[in-house]
């Protein structure tokens, strides 16, 4: 066998194994400060422990695991402060994101079409909230946020934007869909898409930091009473 076929099975056993374990990180199978036994993913994906190794540096380097010395890697906790820096750094990218939304749509390097996802995903979340489907209108407000990310064009903000989504999660799945103002933030998702759809770029960088300040203010507060 060639060494470049023996380099991408390596390759494609190690993504196996990043795929398998981050899936179960987000999906909340394995929680924050759950341990990740190397022997067990072994088992499971019937692979030997390198590339769980190399699977493990991989989704370490993206947030999601943390290595201590002599103790091993675990699912990463997140402290107060860092879901304060986080947030920050999420009003800053999804206001970023939605200018450049507004002013490609603004300069016709978008149309209305590209648009149709947006405005289904609002309709799904007025839907969802009348009929307190509080799962799906989290799960749309995400996909909101996300299709706005890709939309924008640059891909540093769409790459990152995924990146701390994902991480935050692990924390925030169980808040978001109880302690959120749901009814102002779908208010919001309409604000934001009626300025795109108007090409104001400065309006909707507004609006979406805006909406993303008062959503970090509601879940830093429940936060801090949940966990004090």
């Not at 370490?60 to 943390?66: I, K, M, N, P, Y």
């Not at 290595?67 to 990463?76: E, H, P, Q, T």
């Not at 996909?143 to 935050?168: P, S, T, W």
Request: charged share 30%.
């Amino acid at each position: 066998m060639e060494i470049s076929n023996i380099i991408m099975i390596k390759k494609t056993i190690v993504q196996k194994a990043y795929e398998k374990i981050k899936k179960m990180i987000i999906n909340q199978e394995m929680l924050p400060g759950n341990p990740i036994v190397e022997v067990n993913f072994t088992e499971k994906l019937n692979i030997s422990r390198t590339p769980i190794r190399a699977a493990i540096r991989q989704l370490q380097e993206d947030g999601l695991v943390e290595l201590i010395s002599n103790k091993g890697a675990f699912v990463k906790s997140f402290s107060k402060q860092d879901i304060v820096l986080s947030f920050e750094i999420l009003e800053a990218l999804e206001g970023m994101a939605a200018y450049l939304v507004a002013e490609k749509y603004k300069s016709k390097n978008l149309r209305k079409s590209n648009l149709a996802t947006l405005e289904k995903l609002v309709k799904k979340m007025n839907k969802d909230l009348e009929t307190s489907n509080l799962n799906d209108w989290s799960k749309s407000d995400r996909e909101f946020h996300n299709e706005i990310a890709k939309l924008c064009g640059n891909h540093y903000i769409r790459d990152e934007h995924i990146k701390l989504k994902v991480q935050m999660n692990c924390i925030l799945w169980f808040i978001t869909p109880m302690y959120v103002d749901k009814v102002a933030s779908d208010k919001e998702h309409y604000m934001i898409l009626e300025a795109i759809l108007a090409k104001d770029p400065e309006k909707a960088r507004q609006i979406a930091q805006n909406h993303r300040n008062r959503a970090r203010k509601e879940i830093i507060k429940t936060y801090k009473c949940l966990f004090p």
